[in-house]
């Protein structure tokens, strides 16, 4: 136990070196397409051929530093970030902890949404497909499974959409009638995102839901040969309570240590069909960030994301030991 | 009827294996009998489809199995009488007998347990089916269980996982479990292969309260015939899944007729036996122990020491128990400032009570265990090498030089890898030969240890626990090393098969020169193989001396106790249980003063002359420790 | 064999009469023919009783060898336009034509123009038999940029057309661009699965096994990767691909990039997995054996969760081979001219196109297809290698 | 006799307020809608529009048009905002304010306005660091402001300054007058500092100077406190799903039954995906869409006109052609730079488009086959301009590269070039649209015929302006002429080297742009002419002589086939509720001049029975 604490504080110290150069990553990320925010929103409008207010916009590069190199520039962002200011996103002309607001809570609703979901549907149907492997049952989910996986989900979003218009009449896209976009939360309102949001959910769940009921299903599969099965059978334990107790948490290996990627990896997965559905998450706005290379939006975010993830990772590692305590986290292979 | 029916009577039991191109018929139509209270012993030969009937009464056989035939249960609580095949295999009633009703012992122990959940848990899970117990209540149950099966602190046993246990260990644990209900049947496989002799009385001891106390009947499938001798009412001789013979034990013991059965009854190792006398096995195998291994014959290294070992320690935290980083989690010392050495071609016997290190001991030796401290040399043509220092070249040489068969053979055969794979794979690590140079002497191998050459595409889980263990045997030889440490190599081997591996092991030696340390509880074996024999208790060597001077001659108090306890496959010589079946941490209070520790530091190895040493206090004298 | 005895009495001392001869075949082992195949044999064995797997593995051998000669299969070539049938829809084959049999056949169809809503609307010409022609002289094409041949499976007939799945907005064979679109998903996306495969498994293959710093400094990395969402990854990869390379290229390199930061997640399942089995004693053995650590892990610990990788193989490879659909929605990844079956689903991007010609989505089925054919392949692959079967 | 929206005189929205006589200025601008054909209508009602995204919210002043001067349908240009206007020698301009007319917020609108932005922002060194924005000066000198009155003002140059009432009249001008009242509360010359500070910090700015530019923002009109002179104010602060704009019950215009413009209440301007606004259009919800239709939503738009209650109807774009290919006469690659500049290869590329294909694949052929020009909408067409160069004859093309030295062919019949290359054009784009790619598929096809091949790479736009200016590219493809209806009085700059984002010579543009400090002049002859015919323009000083300039620049660059055009007059979709009155049938859809709907004042859009 004490170990395991002092793996946890050392692991944090480690955190800050990691998220350091994380950050710089993605600046260098959010920086290696040519050009700046302003270049390109220029170039906009000039495509409609609107013109600029180029006072402002000499006025905003001046006072972000656009002029001065790229380190410092860097420093600028990552000092602003440690004092909880995660500067100014120029497409929204506002502070990013103002453009962000409601659209985080949105994602994080759909998001947790989604992956509960994805589990209450997964681990019932992988423990299934496990159990029956070859039955009809067994068959009939992988295959509906793999073709949510197979059907890209822009097309999925399309199509459901399309049909929720038809059959339901449900207004397209988004996460609720545009009528509530702005309003304070009512039954109304609260009933309208009911109606909206099963698409994107459905949407997002469906490639994870088949991903994981055939991952859940090959470990079980793994694992129920295993000899300590034998043992529990023999106490005369349920066959399901065995499963559970048995292979099933040996089989939970994977699904653990994948922890720390499953928010960030809903979320990416989740953005083409926001773009697509129009939904009033993040997904679409990071993505216009990126290509508008509005860089401290973007930056901000993809920093909360990476956050996120290195977090998870930590609990993915601390869980992994508590789920098997074969597992030591801190020494070496022995030999 | 009779008022006193069978508890257990299977008839016409069948079961076969689906395989390539065939099938394995484990057992043949194989009819026997329980009866309440009583003991009826199953022996054979190894792989003759034991362990196949025990899983197949509690009905949980592998699914694959194809199973024929009746086995009808008579349950003494409810006077039903049932048949446990016709019962829907998961069904409830099913399952209220299994564990309840029917405990088993599992053969290997070792992978018998859900590494994942502590021996504690996995025990108490038992009666968390069964019985309508609280928490606190089961943890009760269960320590006392553990206490019971010879666990110094329970307490803390209850909170350890599996991979923490020695081998002897998880076996008691496994024992705990299938007693911890109070079966009216228990089917015991193999229950004290990892059991040194003291450790082993003990158990037998409470199966026989538990036996006369609760009437509880007994299905014990063993190797070992002085158990037999000491524990069954009724035998029942199988081979290769057929009944050959059957009867009481008298009967069995005294006028044994079927030719298997005497066979079995030759073949033992007995300490009367002279040591250059080789062993009767059922089959003698023809086999070139010099064609056998490829070994090449290196320069003779200068010493006649090939191992050195000086002061050896380990300890181990574990894992849990420790509480919440309260106060420093409590630490096993489990090899305790151990030095010796091993000879060239000479048998280096280690006994040793259960738990007292010598698995841990033996892989240090082979770097398997960083030790805490502690030097190891290793003597080769070039010079000694550091073994727990080795590195590259080095490593290398010893890699090829030293082998291990392991404790328990299951877990150390790659469940995915078919036995022809897992026996050429140290010559194709260490690149001998060709692919068919390398084929043929995986062929010699399977033969010389007695498999059917179709073994080789099997998958080790397909195989018998006496077979595995032959399987891992052979790996270890197939390089030809100089010193193989051999963990109980033999200990799930019916006697005629074991014969036939010592002699194969002596001819090597003798041949080729091997070198062997040769850990073991069986001490009738030690006798017949070792030259020397280290006695081990609590991490620390107490007595090391050459065979016969230990045998005749012994020294220590539980270097005596353990000889006064070797079952013998004699009737008229049963084990005192009363005597011999105390725990050993009592037994340890009445040692004399002078092996008594008080504070550490305070013993020494005082010699006696002939290389016989024994730990005594710093200054005793010699000539008191002699009796 | 005899009773045992009836219930209760004392048991007969009972000696089985046959004769008896230790040396006697073992009956009890099975065939021999097992003997000295090799595992891989043994696997093979295996894997050909599972017929399913074995028809897709026979199904996914046909499709590679059908890329091959993806120009003779084809009716049209991939860029052929027909300028008179714009969004035509499907063509039925029939057989009989007014109760006679007259073989393999499609009407004729006849567009004509609606102005208010400018669409072209097609109907069958019941009077136009179209007899489709087999083995027959057709468009003329350069066979893998290097012979010309104009030799086809299938042709129209004479003057006449044949979009089995109908045509797109350039009037262009929508079955055929789907077989010259197999040679691109069917070969590209598996670059970058087997890229992220082989650096998973040994990356996170040594993470798990060596453990220590090694595992401390992968695990930042992959840290790092992970936090980091594929998008703007894209967006930057895209940016910095040299200008003039061609798009295939671009894409190429794209998905062998992605190859390369996709292994993150199949590492830390590795890795995990081995944290675990390294404990094992078979392990220790072939540590003591003097086995070296690639060998421990691709033999021994690897194979151990074979189902796992698997399961994950032919997971990721739906998407790898959509994966420029979501490229192309940042306006990168394929382009026409270059074709694939995520670009010609991306022509099915809006719900204006779904509504009115929704055989645009037809390329989804060779997906589905090929998708279910890996995984049954997988299946028979894991049941293959699982020793308890 | 004025009247008022039942919207206003409930008070649901707001205090009372003043009568609508006392709302409106003196003289308000009086449409006479029977006049040009329209209906009177009435008042109430909400429209839904979509947009694309947030910042989308810039077609609210766009499309209400509310300008000093504007331009009505036949692009005459009239006093709006302004009672009338006065230009003296095009260097002197004199407006003339409405009486009693004020700012929605009601505050009076007066020559104040136009002082405080002269004087306290254009001057001041903080809020413009230049001083007066660039398009004021003419020859790097600003003009002479004067506040005449209370209702003058008077801007005058020492030079013609011809530009200046377009610019006024722009979809978005440069804004001459604040409502001062408001905006000097933010204004360090007006405020105190305590004051000053506490508003920086309410409003999360950083100093006065951006609190002053947030609050004054007109382009997108994020401040819903803003008063403005719009049809509708805006009444949301982003970030939002939905705008709302509400009527301004100040507003200037009235009909001629003296109803107060305009007619609709309310506007919500609602923001979705670009792609889903087609979709969403479709099923009916939006009551008035111009912006993110494309002709190819057009059928499925169509479609729904019989489940709900729409009207689609199909304008004509203005640009001089929909996608045109631009060969880089600043390229770096020197053989095709010598080649562009031979006006034979220009011509044979642009005669070997097969443009009635692609009108019948891409447009249904309801498009109009032309070069790069203007269209017959405009007072200046002729229609030699649309044929110049721009019929499909192969031969002749192959004969005028035969001539220009292409006349070595390689193995696969392509043309070497004279250094021996194939001639290979790698084209980049953008690819911002699928009709690009369309008619590149096309014109891959019909150049192949000419021996030439292509090559399509899409970058970002703004990597492809940078490879353009660097001299990267030899080919690109964009839009057309973005004005293709000019009259005479609006600037031929387009057709002129005037900025670097010509992609066919940026950098004899970025020359004239930098005065001469950056770039190169440029030196092929009829760019020359063009150059100084602009020039010639913008000191013209009578209507025909720039009638006079146009035609001849427009002939010498039809001739000359600087940019090689496809089809124009494309159609563009434009639905609106079928109870909506008002919207033209067929309108010109464009930027500028057009305003998209502005030229056709949606202030008099209405429902019918609603
Ligand atoms: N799952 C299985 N698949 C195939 N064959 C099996 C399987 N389990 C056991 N066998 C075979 O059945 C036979 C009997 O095995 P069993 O384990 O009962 O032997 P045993 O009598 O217990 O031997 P030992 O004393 O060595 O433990 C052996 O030949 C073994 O190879
Ligand atoms: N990984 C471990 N973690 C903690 N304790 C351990 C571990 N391995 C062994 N031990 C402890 O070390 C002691 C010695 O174990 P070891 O396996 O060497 O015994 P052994 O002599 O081989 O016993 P047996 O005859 O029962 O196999 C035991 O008390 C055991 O609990
Ligand atoms: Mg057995
Ligand atoms: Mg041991
Ligand atoms: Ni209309």
């Known amino acids: ?335 | 009827m009779n008022e006193q029916t069978d508890l257990l009577r299977i008839e016409g039991l069948s079961v076969s294996f689906p395989l390539w191109g065939g099938s394995i018929h484990a057992v043949k139509n194989i009819s026997m009998r329980i009866r309440p209270g009583k003991v009826t012993a199953l022996v054979g030969e190894s792989g003759s489809g034991k362990s196949v009937l025990g899983r197949a009464v509690m009905g949980i056989e592998t699914p694959a199995a194809q199973t024929s035939g009746h086995i009808f249960f008579n349950d003494p609580d409810t006077k039903e009488r049932i048949d446990l095949l016709a019962l829907p295999n998961e069904g409830r009633k099913m399952r209220n007998i299994r564990g309840n009703r029917i405990g088993m012992i599992f053969q290997e122990p070792m992978t018998s347990f859900s590494p994942m959940h502590t021996v504690g848990n996995q025990i108490e899970e038992v009666l968390k089916i069964h019985t309508v117990l609280s928490p606190k209540e089961r943890q009760e149950r269960c320590e006392e269980m553990l206490s019971l099966v010879g666990f110094s602190n329970p307490a803390r046993a209850f909170n350890m996982y599996p991979f923490e246990l020695s081998g002897g260990m998880r076996q008691r644990a496994m024992i705990a479990m299938a007693l911890v209900c109070g079966p009216s049947l228990l089917i015991a496989d193999e229950p004290t292969t990892a059991l040194d002799v003291t450790i082993q009385a003990q158990i037998l001891k409470l199966l026989r309260d538990l036996q006369s106390r609760l009437g509880m009947a007994m299905l014990l499938i063993t190797h070992d015939l002085g158990v037999v001798a000491s524990m069954a009412d009724e035998v029942v001789v199988v081979y290769r899944g057929e009944v050959m013979e059957a009867g009481p034990v008298d009967a069995i013991f005294r006028n044994a007729r079927h030719p298997y059965t005497k066979g079995l009854m030759a073949a033992v190792p007995d300490f009367e036996m002279p040591r250059s006398a080789r062993l009767k096995p059922l089959r003698e195998i023809e086999v070139d122990a010099v064609g056998l291994v490829d070994r090449k014959k290196h320069a003779e290294a200068h010493s006649d020491v090939v191992l050195s070992v000086r002061n050896v320690s380990k300890s181990f935290v574990t894992k849990r128990g420790g509480g919440f980083g309260l106060g420093a989690s409590p630490s096993t010392l489990a090899v305790n400032d151990v030095s010796f050495d091993i000879r060239r071609g000479e048998t280096l016997g280690l006994v040793g009570e259960s738990g007292c290190g010598k698995t841990t001991l033996s892989k240090i030796l082979m770097r398997g265990v960083t030790a805490d401290a502690g030097e190891v040399l290793f003597q080769s043509e070039r010079g000694p090498i550091d073994v727990l220092n080795a590195r590259g070249e080095d490593l290398n040489l010893l890699r090829q030089r030293i082998q291990m068969v392991f404790q328990d053979p299951i877990s150390s055969l790659s469940p995915r890898m078919t036995v022809r794979n897992i026996v050429s794979e140290p010559l194709e690590i260490h690149q001998r030969g060709d692919a068919k140079a390398r084929l043929d002497a995986v062929k010699r191998l399977i033969r010389a240890i007695g498999l059917p050459e179709n073994a080789m595409g099997r998958y080790p889980h397909s195989f018998s626990g006496g077979q595995r263990q032959r399987i891992g045997i052979a790996r270890a030889l197939a390089l030809g090393p100089d010193l193989l440490i051999c963990d109980e190599p033999v200990s799930a081997l019916d006697v005629s098969i074991q014969a036939q591996i010592l002699n194969l092991m002596k001819d090597l030696k003798k041949d080729l020169g091997l070198t062997y340390l040769f850990i073991s509880h069986n001490l009738a074996v030690v006798n017949y193989m070792a030259d020397r024999v280290a006695v081990m208790y609590a991490g620390r060597i107490v007595e090391i001396a050459p065979c016969d001077v230990i045998m005749r001659n012994p020294v220590h108090p539980y270097t005596k106790k353990l000889l006064a306890a070797v079952p013998t496959p004699n009737l008229d010589r049963p084990l005192d249980f009363a005597a011999i079946g105390q725990p050993s941490a009592e037994a340890r209070k009445q040692w004399a003063r002078q092996f008594q520790e008080d504070a550490p530091g305070d013993l020494a190895h005082a010699d006696l002359g002939e290389g016989h040493l024994v730990l005594a206090r710093r200054n005793v004298d010699v000539r008191e420790l002699r009796p | 064999m005899t009773k045992p005895g009836a219930d209760g009495d004392v048991l007969p001392h009972y000696v089985r009469e046959a004769p008896f001869d230790p040396y006697a075949d073992d009956a009890a082992s099975g065939s021999s023919t097992l003997d000295e195949a090799s595992q891989l044999k043994l696997m093979w064995w295996r894997f050909r009783r599972h017929k399913l797997a074995l028809f897709s593995g026979i199904a996914l051998l046909i499709m590679y060898f059908m890329i091959v000669i993806v120009e003779f299969l084809a009716p049209y070539k991939v860029h052929t336009r027909n300028m008179d049938h714009i969004f035509a829809p499907p063509q039925g084959v029939h057989l009989f034509h007014d109760g006679k049999f007259v073989g393999p056949f499609v009407y004729g169809q006849k567009m004509t123009l609606d102005m208010t809503t400018l669409r072209r609307v097609y109907s069958d010409d019941t009077g136009d038999v179209q007899k489709l022609r087999f083995f027959c002289r057709g468009e003329p094409y350069r066979f893998w940029g290097l012979v010309d041949a104009n030799l086809h499976l299938v042709c129209p007939a004479e003057n006449g057309h044949f979009f089995l799945l109908g045509t797109d907005r350039l009037g262009r064979d929508i079955f055929s661009r789907i077989l010259y679109g197999a040679r691109i998903s069917l070969t590209i996306g598996l670059l970058g699965v087997a890229t992220s495969f082989v650096l998973g498994i040994v990356i996170g293959g040594l993470a798990g096994y060596w453990g220590g710093w090694f595992d401390l400094v992968v695990q930042r990395i992959i840290e790092m990767l992970q936090s980091i969402p594929t998008i703007p990854l894209w967006l930057a990869l895209a940016a910095i691909m040299p200008v003039d390379w061609s798009p295939l290229l671009v894409y190429l390199g794209i998905t062998f990039i992605l190859g390369l930061l996709d292994w993150t997640g199949l590492a830390r399942a590795v890795r995990s997995k081995l944290l675990a089995l390294r404990e094992e004693d078979y392990v220790l053995a072939a540590q003591l054996m003097g086995a070296k650590s690639p060998r421990i892990i691709g033999r021994h610990l690897v194979p151990g969760f074979m189902s796992h990788l698997i399961a994950s193989a032919t997971l990721t490879i739906p998407s790898m081979i959509l994966g420029e659909t979501t490229l192309s929605f940042l306006g990168l990844g394929l382009r026409p001219p270059i074709t694939s079956w995520g670009v010609l689903l991306t022509e099915a991007r809006s719900v204006s196109v779904l509504a009115l010609y929704p055989w645009l989505l037809l390329p989804v089925i060779p997906v589905i297809f090929v998708i279910l054919a890996f995984n049954f392949l997988g299946d028979g692959l894991r049941d293959a290698a699982d020793p308890y079967k | 006799a004025f009247q008022d929206s039942e919207f206003l005189r409930s008070g649901a929205n707001g205090t009372s307020l003043p009568p609508v006589a006392e709302r409106l200025p003196k003289s308000p601008r009086v449409v006479k809608l029977a006049e040009s054909g329209k209906l009177p209508g009435r008042h109430g009602g909400t429209v839904r529009m979509m947009i694309g995204s947030q910042r989308d919210i810039r077609y609210a002043p766009i499309f209400s048009y509310s300008r000093l001067a504007g331009y009505d349908e036949h692009l005459e240009l009239k006093p709006d905002i302004l009672e009338s206007f006065e230009i003296k020698e095009d260097r002197i301009f004199t407006f003339r304010l409405r009486e009693g007319h004020k700012w929605s917020d009601g505050s009076d609108f007066t020559s104040d306005d136009f002082r405080y932005v002269w004087d306290d922002m254009f001057h001041n060194k903080k809020l413009y660091k230049g001083g007066v924005p660039a398009s004021l000066k003419i020859g790097g000198k600003p003009p002479k402001f004067e506040a005449l009155d209370r209702l003058t003002v008077r801007y005058s140059w020492d030079e013609a300054n011809p530009d200046f009432m377009a610019d006024i009249a722009s979809p978005s001008p440069l804004r001459l007058m604040h409502p001062a009242n408001y905006l000097k509360q933010f204004h360090v010359s007006y405020q105190t500092k305590e004051k000053l500070e506490e508003l920086i910090k309410q409003q999360g700015v950083e100093d006065w100077v951006a609190l002053h530019q947030k609050m004054s923002r007109t382009v997108r009109p994020e401040n819903p406190d803003l008063p403005t002179l719009d049809a509708w104010r805006p009444r949301t602060a982003p970030p939002a799903g939905r705008f709302v704009f509400e009527r301004n019950p100040y507003y200037h215009r009235v009909d001629e039954n003296g109803l107060q413009l305009p007619y609709i209440d309310r506007i919500f301007m609602d923001v979705s995906a670009g792609d889903l606004v087609a979709a969403k259009t479709g099923t009916g919800e939006s009551d008035l869409q111009v912006t993110n239709l494309d002709f190819a939503d057009y059928t499925f738009l169509k479609n729904a006109e019989e489940r709900y209650p729409l009207n689609v109807d199909l304008w004509k774009r203005i640009q001089g052609s929909r996608v045109v290919f631009f060969p880089n006469l600043n390229c770096k690659d020197e053989v095709w730079r010598n080649l562009w500049r031979d006006v034979r290869v220009r011509r044979a590329l642009s005669l070997a488009i097969n443009r009635r294909e692609i009108n019948k694949a891409a447009f249904f052929g309801l498009a109009r086959e032309s070069s790069n020009t203007i269209l017959p909408e405009s007072p200046l067409f002729k229609p030699e301009y649309r044929e110049a160069w721009s019929a499909f004859d192969p031969s002749l093309a192959n004969k005028l590269l035969d001539d220009a030295g292409l006349n070595r062919r390689g193995d696969e019949g392509e043309r070497l070039l004279p250094d021996g290359r194939s001639a290979r054009i790698i084209i980049e784009t953008a690819g911002e649209n699928t009709v690009e790619g369309d008619v590149l598929e096309l014109v891959r096809d019909h150049w192949s015929e000419i021996g030439i091949k292509i090559f399509v790479r899409v970058s970002q736009r703004e990597l492809l302006r940078r490879r353009v200016k660097g001299g990267d590219t030899i080919m690109t493809v964009a839009q057309g002429l973005d004005n293709g209806v000019p009259t005479a009085d609006m600037s031929p700059k387009e057709l002129a080297p005037t900025t670097d984002d010509q992609m066919h010579w940026p950098l004899w543009g970025l020359y004239h742009l930098s005065g001469g400090s950056d770039g190169k002049p440029s030196d092929l002859p009829e760019a020359i002419a063009l150059s100084k015919l602009f020039a010639a323009w913008r000191s013209a000083s009578s209507h025909e002589e720039r009638e006079h300039i146009w035609h001849e620049m427009l002939s010498i660059y039809t001739d000359q086939v600087f940019t090689i055009g496809t089809v124009n007059a494309t159609l563009q979709p434009v639905v609106h509720s079928s109870r909506m009155r008002n919207v033209p049938k067929d309108g010109l859809y464009g930027f500028d001049p057009m305003s998209y709907l502005g030229v056709y004042m949606p202030d008099t859009f209405w429902y019918d029975h609603a």
Request: charged share 15%; aromatic share 12%.
């Open chain 1, 1 to 335: 136990m004490r170990e395991m604490i002092r793996y946890i504080a050392w692991r944090f110290m480690v955190m800050i070196p990691t998220l350091l150069l994380i950050s710089m990553l993605i600046f260098t990320i959010i920086e290696l397409p040519p050009g700046d925010f302003f270049e390109s929103y220029v170039e906009e409008l000039k495509a409609i051929g609107e013109k600029a207010d180029m006072q402002e916009i000499e006025d905003l590069k001046a006072r972000y530093g656009f002029d001065q190199p790229m380190p410092i520039r860097y420093l600028n962002w990552v000092g602003g970030m440690l004092h909880g200011d995660f500067g100014y996103s120029f497409e929204y002309r506002m502070p990013v902890s103002d453009v962000v607001g409601d659209r985080l809570w949105l994602t994080i609703l759909v998001s947790t949404v989604t992956i509960i979901l994805t589990w209450l549907l997964a681990f019932p149907i992988g423990i299934y497909s496990a159990t029956h492997q070859y039955s009809w049952g067994d068959y009939g989910l992988t295959l509906f499974g793999l073709i949510g996986l197979a059907v890209p989900n822009f097309v999925l979003a399309l199509i459901l959409m399309y049909l929720a218009n038809i059959w339901f009449g449900t207004s397209i896209g988004h996460l609720m009638d545009q009528k509530y976009l702005s309003q304070p939360m009512s039954w109304e309102k609260f009933k309208s995102i009911l109606e909206h949001i099963w698409i994107p959910v459905i949407i997002i769940g469906t490639a994870g839901t088949a991903g994981m009921v055939r991952r859940v299903r090959a470990n079980l599969l793994d694992e129920l040969h295993k000899q300590y099965v034998m043992t529990a059978r023999a106490k005369g334990l349920h066959p399901f309570k065995v499963l559970m107790k048995y292979p099933f948490r040996m089989s939970l290996n994977f699904f653990i240590s994948d922890i720390g990627s499953i928010l960030p990896a809903v979320i990416s997965g989740a953005e083409i069909t926001a773009v697509v559905l129009s939904l009033e998450t993040t997904g679409p706005m990071l993505i216009r960030a990126l290509q508008a290379q509005d860089m401290y939006l973007a930056g901000s975010f993809l920093m909360f994301l990476a956050f996120l993830t290195v977090v998870g990772v930590l609990v993915s590692d601390i869980a992994l030991a508590i789920l098997d305590p074969r597992i030591r986290l801190r020494g070496g292979s022995t030999k």
